[in-house]
Each structure stands twice: as C-alpha cells, then as structure tokens.
C-alpha cells in the first residue's frame, strides 16, 4: 500500500472514530494520518545511504525506508484496548473496596527495544495503562524502571511488560 493509501485509510479511520463526516475532520485525519506515518517510515537496507557495487570494504549497506508492518496493527489495538479494560477495573474495583490490594513497587524491566520509537511506544503505552507509569530509562538505555500499583509477584510483572507491550511494539517495527 502506498503512503497516500495509507494516510486516506488511516483519515478514514479517524473519520470512523469520531463519527463526523465534515471536510473539516477529514482534514485533521488526513493530518493525524501524515503524523503517524512519518514515524512509522524507519531505515533498513535498500536504496540510499552509502555503499553499494563497487563500494570498498567498510562502507555501509544501502538504505531504504520501509513501513512498519501496518497489518499488525489492529491486532496491537485490541491487546492494548484488553489491557486498558482490565486495569482500569482492577483500579475501580480497589477504589470502591473497603480495603484495597495496592501492593506498590519499582520494577526494573530489561529492554529488547533499542530505538528511540520503540522506547518511547513502550514508556507511553505503559504510562496510559491505569494502575502502571514509565518512570525512568536508565544512562545505557537497556533497562526501563516502572512504577506498579500491584506487584505481588515482581518476576510476572515483567514477563508481562516484555512478553506483551515490549514484544508487540516490536513485532510492529521490525
């Protein structure tokens, strides 16, 4: 699918969300649509850069830009929209419980994710789960520390950030 395709479908689909057919909010979808897809643009081998025949020993591989695997994204949709359900009603069942079960605590979550998108999606869909917040990413930026409302078990916890958020933001962009 071409870039223009693919911002008319994701203006579409903001369209679709809002519900008002005005040419307007077509025109703020069609800019969300350009936003998001200029991040989702990302270097990989191809066409561009340095190198190529010819090129002596040292010299980088070609470049091109390739999308990220947009096919994948209603499937992340759904997961995240699951979690942001059941957090947000464990944190309304604790809130109206005589006694709530916070058991809060830092963890520090080793990261797969190495480029700065990556990073960022997973500090921010972290922080958007009720109950959950991205606090700090360490010098070397292998390792994020979160903030948990529930941390009975903190091994599980993290199993849960990497095997869910970590793993499908980078099924997205590799």
Do not use: C
């Not at 350009?34 to 191809?46: F, Q």
């Not at 942001?84 to 709530?100: E, F, G, M, Y």
């Amino acid at each position: 699918m071409n870039r223009i395709a693919t911002i008319l479908l994701l203006a579409a689909v903001w369209v679709g969300l809002t519900g008002v057919l005005s040419l307007p909010n077509l025109a703020v979808g069609i800019a969300i649509g350009w936003l998001v897809l200029i991040p989702a643009l990302r270097r990989g081998p191809g066409v561009g850069g340095q190198g190529g025949p010819g090129a002596g020993p040292g010299a980088q591989a070609p470049r091109r830009w390739r999308l990220v695997r947009l096919h994948r994204l209603p499937g992340f949709g759904l997961f995240f929209l699951g979690q942001l359900v059941l957090s947000s009603l464990r944190i309304a069942r604790d809130t109206i419980a005589p006694r709530p079960r916070l058991r809060p605590g830092i963890l520090a979550v080793p990261l797969d994710a190495e480029s700065d998108g990556e990073i960022a999606a997973l500090a921010t869909l972290v922080t958007l789960t009720p109950g959950t917040l991205a606090l700090d990413l360490s010098d070397d930026r292998r390792t994020l520390y979160v903030h948990a409302a529930y941390l009975e078990d903190p091994e599980q916890a993290k199993r849960e950030i990497k095997h869910g958020f970590e793993r499908r933001i980078l099924e997205l962009t590799r």
